[in-house]
């Protein structure tokens, strides 16, 4: 199957799909075929009203109906992990927040280990 056909048939899958507000796309991108979602909702930080997108996930031409929507299902799980990440807080703070850099994660690990004092964990 061509990419082309890929698009296409996924598309009419797709089509049958229902979550809350999001809409499915698949298109050509980086030399691959993906899927991605958007949906609006206001930025966790300004509070704006916008179009808000889903990571994009690789299709691979093989891929059977199932599979495919499958995949629009793991799409929608994963953004509303990261949508309840970024709503999370502790003491006014999104302590599990999705948009840490993880040089930063990694540089906060190493001071947690040397705070650790030799304790397991």
């Not at 109906?65 to 629009?72: D, L, R």
């Amino acid at each position: 199957m061509t990419e082309q056909e890929l698009v296409a048939r996924a598309m009419v899958w797709l089509s049958g799909v229902e979550f809350l507000s999001y809409e499915f796309v698949v298109r050509e991108s980086h030399g691959g075929v993906f899927l991605q979602a958007s949906y609006e909702d206001p930025d966790t930080y300004s509070s704006e009203p916008a179009i808000q997108f889903t990571r994009k996930w690789l299709l691979s031409p093989e891929m059977s109906e199932s599979e495919v929507i499958q995949t629009a299902f793991k799409c929608c799980l994963t953004s509303m992990e990261h949508r309840t990440r970024e709503a999370f807080k502790f003491c006014g703070a999104r302590i599990f927040g999705p948009h840490f850099e993880v040089h930063d994660l990694v540089q906060l690990c190493a001071k947690g280990r040397e705070n650790a004092g030799g304790r397991n964990g």
